[in-house]
């Protein structure tokens, strides 16, 4: 069985009592609803990763992230047709608007990567959604 580590960024965006989050297209969590973010380029800040994932993934550009915590999970699954864990690691943001105007022009359509599209939900909406375990950690208080 392969194993890794994958460490990556993560920011919860909020704006008017809803969250921002991006539908998975590829990878152990494919499907469910993640928070924007992703793998540190070579030599990266953590902090200038999570803007470009965030830009990358949403189009927003002018966000505050203020940093939240660590986090981390083993993930079980099947890659390519073989059996694989991943030792996740996050760090993890809150993220906010510093401009309520670019609310309404988030990027719904994939990025050609990691996202099919990005979208707001009320906490009542995310209820019924699959969530990735960060996902679920910075929304909810558990993984």
Request: avoid cysteine; proline fraction near 3%.
């Amino acid at each position: 069985m392969d194993r890794h580590t994958h460490l990556g960024v993560y920011g919860l965006v909020q704006w008017q009592h809803k969250v921002l989050l991006i539908h998975k297209a590829r990878g152990a969590y494919e499907g469910q609803w993640d928070l924007p973010g992703g793998r540190l380029e070579f030599g990266e800040k953590p902090e200038a990763a999570l803007h470009r994932e965030i830009e990358e993934e949403t189009g927003l550009t002018d966000v505050q992230a203020i940093i939240h915590s660590t986090e981390s999970n083993v993930v079980h699954w099947v890659h390519q047709g073989k059996p694989e864990e991943m030792h996740h690691i996050g760090i993890l943001y809150h993220v906010y608007l510093k401009s309520d105007s670019q609310a309404n022009e988030i990027r719904k359509e994939p990025d050609g990567e990691d996202s099919l599209g990005a979208d707001w939900f009320t906490l009542e909406q995310v209820r019924h959604l699959s969530l990735t375990p960060f996902a679920s950690h910075m929304i909810h208080g558990r993984s």
